[in-house]
């Protein structure tokens, strides 16, 4: 704890209980001001590992399962009681449909039940504000890449709150799909990032040079592709298997983990001097990944432009990271939402706050 940032004097400042249930981790987060109090997540990770990859429906039951005691175990981290709480928070969206509407009924119920104002918010604003937590205050107007399981994307943001402007993304798949899909290629397992990223510890980054998409002079700047790249790899891999030859699986992993953040990092720098913004802010579950970091930091620093990344554990899904935006949407003076607001599965990226 001691690494977070704290304010001056954290008792005048609103205690927020953040809910997250976009996916397959049921997040309940307790934050007062940028005071991180308490970040209970559980995970139903396990119950998709044999399908490969999330199955909605597992996901939206094992939610339901989770909720309380999940809020429980928040509170008694944070050491606070319901009573105590000032505002709601919930990702409204974008996410899986049933799993979001778990998470905005509960928070719904709390908030009727306590009387407090709820602020239906946006997952991918929640991902940015996260990192408040550890490193204080955002500055203005900096760039922020997203990489996870469900987006890939760069954005301008002047104001967290309010003014989250899309510059590129995906046309295809996410970052976090691709080295899910890669992973299984691989026979590593499920979540694949966090395997593939050891398992390229003792592999050759120059080993095979596997295709960086969207890199030509023609193709969209700041938009990224995925997809042609997993399949360069499972293509590549077959023919070894085909030919009797053992895999390399330390070189296939470092290769293409190497294709994929030399293509995030250029296009997330290229993206900061198009906007001159010297600060570029990395989230979402792929930003945990070893390589990404100190080759942002290298390019970063060779720029000018400064990194901030969440420590591992906030850049994955969390509660946390929704208490983070709730407590800043209400420091702001922000109207919150009205109880009636829908869960939004693909609610836009410029929608902070559900209406
Ligand atoms: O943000 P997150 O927890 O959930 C989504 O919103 O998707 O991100 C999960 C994704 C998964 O695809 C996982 O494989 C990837 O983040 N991931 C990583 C690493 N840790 C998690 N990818 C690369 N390297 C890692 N160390
Ligand atoms: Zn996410």
């Given at each position: 704890?001691t690494?977070?940032?704290?304010?001056?004097?954290p008792?005048?400042?609103p205690l927020?209980?953040?809910?997250?249930?976009?996916c397959?981790?049921?997040?309940?987060?307790?934050?007062?001001?940028n005071?991180?109090?308490?970040?209970?997540?559980a995970s139903?990770?396990?119950?998709?590992a044999?399908?490969?990859?999330?199955?909605?429906?597992v996901?939206?039951?094992?939610?339901?399962?989770?909720?309380?005691?999940t809020?429980?175990?928040?509170?008694?981290?944070a050491?606070?009681?319901?009573?105590?709480?000032?505002?709601i928070?919930?990702?409204?969206?974008?996410?899986l449909a049933g799993?979001?509407?778990?998470?905005?009924?509960?928070?719904k119920?709390?908030a009727?039940a306590?009387?407090?104002?709820?602020?239906?918010?946006?997952h991918?604003?929640?991902?940015i504000?996260?990192?408040?937590?550890?490193?204080?205050?955002?500055?203005?107007?900096?760039?922020?890449?997203?990489?996870?399981?469900?987006?890939?994307?760069?954005l301008f943001v002047?104001?967290?709150?309010?003014d989250?402007q899309?510059l590129g993304?995906?046309i295809d798949d996410?970052?976090?799909?691709?080295?899910?899909?890669?992973?299984?290629?691989l026979?590593?397992?499920f979540?694949?990032g966090p395997?593939?990223?050891?398992?390229a510890?003792?592999g050759d980054?120059d080993?095979?040079?596997?295709?960086?998409?969207?890199?030509g002079?023609?193709?969209?700047?700041?938009?990224?592709?995925f997809?042609g790249l997993k399949?360069?790899?499972?293509r590549?891999?077959e023919?070894?298997?085909r030919?009797?030859?053992?895999?390399p699986i330390a070189?296939?992993?470092?290769?293409?983990?190497?294709?994929?953040?030399?293509?995030l990092?250029?296009?997330?720098?290229?993206?900061c001097?198009?906007?001159?913004?010297?600060?570029l802010?990395?989230?979402g579950?792929?930003?945990?990944?070893s390589?990404?970091?100190v080759?942002a930091?290298e390019?970063a620093?060779k720029?000018?432009?400064r990194?901030?990344?969440?420590?591992?554990g906030l850049?994955?899904d969390n509660?946390?990271?929704?208490?983070?935006?709730?407590?800043e949407l209400?420091r702001r003076g922000?109207?919150?939402s009205e109880?009636?607001?829908?869960?939004?599965?693909?609610?836009?990226v410029?929608?902070v706050?559900?209406?």
């Open positions: 704890m690494a977070l940032h704290r304010s001056k004097n008792t005048d400042e927020v209980l953040g809910f997250e249930t976009s397959d981790e049921t997040g309940v987060g307790i934050v007062r001001g005071t991180l109090l308490a970040d209970a997540v139903s990770v396990d119950e998709h044999r399908f490969g990859g999330v199955v909605p429906e996901a939206s039951r094992a939610h339901l399962e989770a909720m309380v005691p809020v429980q175990r928040a509170l008694s981290e050491g606070v009681t319901l009573a105590d709480i000032d505002a928070a919930v990702t409204a969206g974008p996410g799993a979001l509407l778990v998470g905005a009924a509960a928070a119920g709390y009727l306590l009387d407090k104002p709820i602020y239906g918010v946006n991918l604003a929640a991902h504000c996260v990192d408040q937590l550890e490193h204080g205050p955002l500055p203005e107007g900096c760039v922020a890449m997203l990489v996870s399981g469900g987006h890939s994307s760069l002047p104001d967290v709150t309010g989250v899309p993304q995906t996410a970052a976090g799909e691709a080295f899910d899909k890669v992973a299984r290629v026979g590593l397992g979540p694949g395997l593939i990223d050891k398992a510890r003792d980054p080993a095979i040079a596997f295709p960086r998409g969207l890199t002079p023609r193709d969209a700047p700041l938009d990224f592709s997809s399949t360069s790899v499972a590549w891999v023919k070894r298997e030919a009797g030859e053992k895999v070189d296939v992993a470092a290769s293409f983990q190497e294709a994929v953040v030399d293509v990092t250029r296009k997330a720098i290229l993206a001097k198009e906007r001159g913004a010297d600060h802010l990395i989230g579950g792929v930003a945990a990944n390589r990404l970091r080759l930091e390019r620093a720029a000018g432009i990194v901030r990344v969440p420590r591992p850049c994955t509660g946390a990271m929704v208490a983070a935006l709730g407590s209400v922000r109207t919150p109880l009636d607001f829908p869960a939004d599965s693909s609610q836009p410029v929608e706050i559900a209406r």
